[in-house]
């Protein structure tokens, strides 16, 4: 079993930043690519942006390249996903993701709105 915990969200002002943090515990599996989800209410949930166990970023949404920036602690159990410039269009849920050999687990979601 991988429990995950995130933290980070909150409102914030157009152009703002925020940083979302997610720890990972398992005492048993591997833990390799993790990343960053969102749902938008009356949207299906999206990938923002994934990292491997190593430290390399193999995606980001369209709409936040260059805003947004995702890492992983050294040791791969914590992701951050940088938030800057934010658009209301960000608003949304943001689920952390964590994937195994067999798996992948979810964190309980983390909200986050962008609104003057």
């Known amino acids: 079993q991988v429990q995950l915990a995130e933290s980070g969200g909150g409102l914030v002002q157009p152009g703002g930043s925020l940083r979302l943090s997610c720890a990972a515990s398992?005492?048993?599996?591997?833990?390799?690519?993790m990343g960053w989800y969102r749902q938008a209410p009356g949207k299906q949930r999206e990938l923002v942006a994934e990292i491997t166990r190593r430290g390399i970023t193999n995606y980001y949404l369209d709409s936040v390249k260059g805003r947004f920036t995702i890492s992983r602690d050294i040791g791969g159990e914590t992701v951050y996903l940088q938030m800057n410039g934010l658009k209301p269009e960000d608003t949304a849920v943001y689920y952390c993701?964590?994937?195994?050999?067999?798996?992948?687990?979810w964190g309980q979601g983390t909200q986050v709105i962008v609104s003057s």
């Open positions: 398992s005492s048993i599996f591997v833990i390799f690519n």
């Open positions: 993701n964590a994937r195994t050999t067999s798996d992948e687990y």
